[in-house]
């Protein structure tokens, strides 16, 4: 028959939608993430509860990785996005948001081109010319490297931290916080390994008490009866069990006649542990840390020996303390000679709000800081700690590659301008794929001041002029509702963010675009049990 479309050949219970039906399905599920983030954006943007099914612990943020890792998702190009979010935080630390704004910004300009018969692979060219170019105005016009001059660059460092911690919770105390990130950054001597930086967080106080403190605290305790203040401390660092001076009632099975033979049981293991002790106190060591639990007998040892313990350290925080002290973590004590002990200048018992902590002072990298958040609630500060490493990882990046870039829009329109200008001398339906990403572009100081209350065309409109008449470092002024200089706002970005932004949000644009069909598998059979599964057709 003429109207057979020909045999099935998916198996039954798949599905498969192709042609404008796929596209449109995955351009929705982007446009749904872009509208979900893009309130949170900007100075003024917009903070989310996040609130699991079920109960569990209530987030509020304003971080787009925080929120779209949260939150289930079924569409597949709405599942690209929420990847490039991802790749974002992991490789820059911050701008999260923009990257997927802008490619769903993208999408909605590739959509109104689709829909006027454009195919889609010449969008995609042309949105790669556009790409290049507006990278290549960003490194060549729009960055600004203040490097060689070590006050400017600081300053540009503060300025990068203000513009980063200006759309978070502790906006209002932006320069405060601003400064201990960059002191933090500061110590890693150029290194980007911020796990080097501890956060802790205590409920109490308002975020102004926040503060930096030179070396590095650990959230434990000295043993009873231990000195609480060692200087010159030799530390060694361990992941070993200290508690086999007991019989596991759980993990043995012992047969005995009498009571004596088990004393000798418990004996002959507190003779074990009498050794080992004896092992570790040959070390010459002040101080002993263990990140596994230290028991009562044990701890009596060292407390004989003069020697500080503190057990039950956390992974992370052991893993950390152990590069701060250049301390490596051992777990056999046989050969002291060839074990690395840690050093620092002080070790003593401080008190931060009503908790007793260890602080290690004058440690042997010099690296080592610790930022001690305060606030009013635990909500308060986990979103603060947020705000703080996003900041932290976009100045130690800043830190290594230098570059900066104005914000507030500027560097958007400063690249649309120039996609604008090689649409204008191109020819074909590529042209038209360069005015939409430019348009794209545009989009984001939009949506900005849209975030605002402000009219957002008409300021966008007023940048644009702004910029085709050549200045170049006009964005928008959020105070003011108003057109400004962002060289003399002090509104400073890290180049690498922007140009991370631009290419990740191209590249996800394209990868949905090319989308003609999305086939959904057949979902697996279960077997009924005590059946084989060859006899379940027969039923």
Same mark, same amino acid.
Do not use: W
């Given at each position: 028959?003429?109207?057979?479309?020909?045999?099935?050949?998916?198996?039954?219970?798949?599905?498969?939608?192709?042609?404008?039906?796929?596209?449109?399905?995955?351009?929705?599920?982007?446009?749904? /993430?872009?509208?979900?983030?893009?309130?949170?954006?900007?100075?003024?943007? &917009?903070?989310?509860?996040?609130?699991? +099914?079920?109960?569990?612990?209530?987030?509020?943020?304003?971080?787009?990785? %925080?929120?779209?890792?949260?939150?289930?998702?079924?569409?597949?190009?709405?599942?690209?996005?929420?990847?490039?979010?991802?790749?974002?935080?992991?490789?820059?630390?911050?701008?999260?948001?923009?990257?997927?704004?802008?490619?769903?910004?993208?999408?909605?300009?590739?959509?109104?081109?689709? $829909?006027?018969?454009?195919?889609?692979?010449?969008?995609?060219?042309?949105?790669?010319?556009?790409?290049?170019?507006?990278?290549?105005?960003?490194?060549?016009?729009? %960055?600004?490297?203040?490097?060689?001059?070590?006050?400017?660059?600081?300053?540009?460092?503060?300025?990068?931290?203000?513009? %980063?911690?200006?759309?978070?919770?502790?906006?209002?105390?932006?320069?405060?916080?601003?400064?201990?990130?960059?002191?933090?950054? &500061?110590?890693?001597?150029? $290194?980007?390994?911020?796990? +080097?930086?501890?956060?802790?967080?205590?409920?109490? !106080?308002?975020?102004?008490?926040?503060?930096?403190?030179?070396?590095?605290?650990?959230?434990?305790?000295?043993?009873?009866?231990?000195?609480?203040?060692?200087?010159?401390?030799?530390?060694?660092?361990?992941?070993?069990? +200290?508690?086999?001076?007991?019989?596991?009632?759980?993990?043995?099975?012992?047969?005995?006649?009498?009571?004596?033979?088990?004393?000798?049981?418990?004996?002959?293991?507190?003779?074990?542990?009498?050794?080992?002790?004896?092992? /570790?106190?040959?070390?010459?060591?002040?101080?002993?840390?263990?990140?596994?639990?230290?028991?009562?007998?044990?701890?009596? /040892?060292?407390?004989?020996?003069?020697?500080?313990?503190?057990?039950?350290?956390?992974?992370? !925080?052991?893993?950390?303390? !152990?590069?701060?002290?250049?301390?490596?973590?051992?777990?056999?004590? *046989?050969?002291?000679?060839?074990?690395?002990?840690?050093?620092?200048?002080?070790?003593?018992?401080?008190?931060?709000?009503? *908790?007793?902590?260890?602080?290690?002072?004058?440690?042997?990298?010099?690296?080592?800081?610790?930022?001690?958040?305060?606030?009013?609630?635990?909500?308060?500060?986990?979103?603060?700690?947020?705000?703080?490493?996003?900041?932290?990882?976009?100045?130690?990046?800043?830190?290594?590659?230098?570059?900066?870039?104005?914000?507030?829009?500027?560097?958007?329109?400063?690249?649309?301008?120039?996609?604008?200008?090689?649409?204008?001398? %191109?020819? !074909?339906?590529?042209?038209?794929?360069?005015? $939409?990403?430019?348009?794209?572009?545009?989009?984001?100081?939009?949506?900005?001041?849209?975030?605002?209350?402000?009219?957002?065309?008409?300021?966008?409109?007023?940048?644009?002029?702004?910029?085709?008449?050549?200045?170049?470092?006009?964005?928008?002024?959020?105070?003011?509702?108003?057109?400004?200089? &962002?060289?003399?706002?002090? /509104?400073?970005?890290?180049?690498?963010?922007?140009?991370?932004?631009?290419?990740?949000?191209?590249?996800?644009?394209?990868?949905?675009?090319?989308?003609?069909?999305?086939?959904?598998?057949?979902?697996?059979?279960?077997?009924?049990?005590?059946?084989?599964?060859?006899?379940?057709? +027969? &039923?």
């Amino acid at each position: 028959m003429f109207g057979d479309v020909g045999p099935n050949v998916m198996e039954e219970g798949s599905q498969r939608e192709t042609g404008e039906n796929s596209r449109m399905a995955s351009f929705m599920g982007a446009f749904a /993430i872009c509208d979900l983030v893009k309130t949170t954006l900007g100075p003024k943007g &917009m903070d989310k509860i996040l609130q699991p +099914m079920g109960g569990g612990q209530v987030k509020i943020t304003n971080d787009g990785a %925080t929120i779209l890792k949260s939150i289930m998702i079924d569409n597949p190009a709405a599942k690209v996005l929420v990847e490039i979010s991802k790749v974002q935080d992991d490789e820059v630390g911050d701008g999260t948001t923009s990257v997927c704004v802008l490619a769903g910004e993208l999408l909605k300009e590739a959509e109104k081109l689709i $829909s006027m018969k454009i195919h889609p692979q010449t969008i995609i060219y042309g949105f790669r010319k556009a790409t290049d170019v507006a990278a290549k105005c960003l490194q060549d016009v729009g %960055t600004v490297d203040n490097s060689a001059d070590e006050a400017a660059f600081r300053e540009d460092l503060m300025n990068i931290a203000r513009t %980063t911690l200006s759309s978070k919770v502790v906006l209002h105390d932006k320069d405060h916080f601003a400064g201990l990130c960059v002191d933090a950054v &500061m110590r890693l001597k150029g $290194s980007t390994n911020i796990e +080097m930086i501890q956060i802790i967080k205590k409920e109490g !106080g308002t975020m102004i008490d926040s503060y930096l403190e030179e070396g590095f605290i650990l959230e434990k305790s000295f043993g009873v009866g231990q000195p609480k203040r060692v200087e010159n401390a030799r530390i060694l660092v361990a992941n070993t069990p +200290m508690d086999t001076d007991k019989i596991k009632i759980y993990g043995a099975k012992v047969k005995v006649d009498s009571m004596e033979k088990t004393a000798q049981i418990e004996e002959a293991e507190k003779d074990k542990m009498r050794a080992k002790c004896q092992k /570790i106190i040959d070390h010459k060591i002040d101080v002993f840390i263990n990140r596994q639990l230290i028991y009562n007998f044990p701890e009596q /040892i060292f407390s004989e020996a003069g020697i500080s313990s503190i057990e039950h350290a956390d992974f992370d !925080g052991i893993e950390a303390l !152990g590069a701060v002290l250049g301390a490596e973590i051992v777990s056999t004590f *046989d050969q002291p000679e060839l074990v690395t002990l840690g050093h620092c200048d002080l070790v003593e018992e401080i008190l931060i709000g009503e *908790d007793k902590m260890i602080k290690f002072s004058g440690t042997k990298s010099g690296t080592a800081a610790t930022i001690v958040l305060r606030g009013a609630g635990r909500h308060v500060l986990e979103e603060t700690e947020r705000s703080l490493h996003d900041a932290l990882c976009v100045i130690s990046q800043c830190v290594k590659n230098r570059g900066t870039v104005f914000g507030g829009g500027c560097s958007e329109v400063l690249m649309a301008t120039v996609v604008d200008k090689l649409a204008m001398e %191109t020819a !074909g339906k590529e042209a038209l794929a360069m005015r $939409s990403f430019a348009e794209a572009l545009r989009q984001m100081p939009g949506i900005i001041a849209d975030n605002a209350g402000y009219d957002s065309i008409e300021l966008v409109e007023a940048l644009k002029a702004a910029h085709i008449k050549g200045d170049i470092r006009a964005g928008l002024d959020m105070e003011k509702a108003c057109v400004g200089n &962002m060289q003399e706002l002090g /509104i400073v970005e890290s180049q690498q963010l922007k140009m991370q932004v631009l290419r990740s949000a191209a590249e996800a644009a394209e990868q949905i675009l090319r989308v003609d069909d999305i086939i959904k598998c057949a979902p697996r059979q279960r077997q009924q049990q005590g059946m084989p599964a060859g006899m379940q057709g +027969m &039923m």
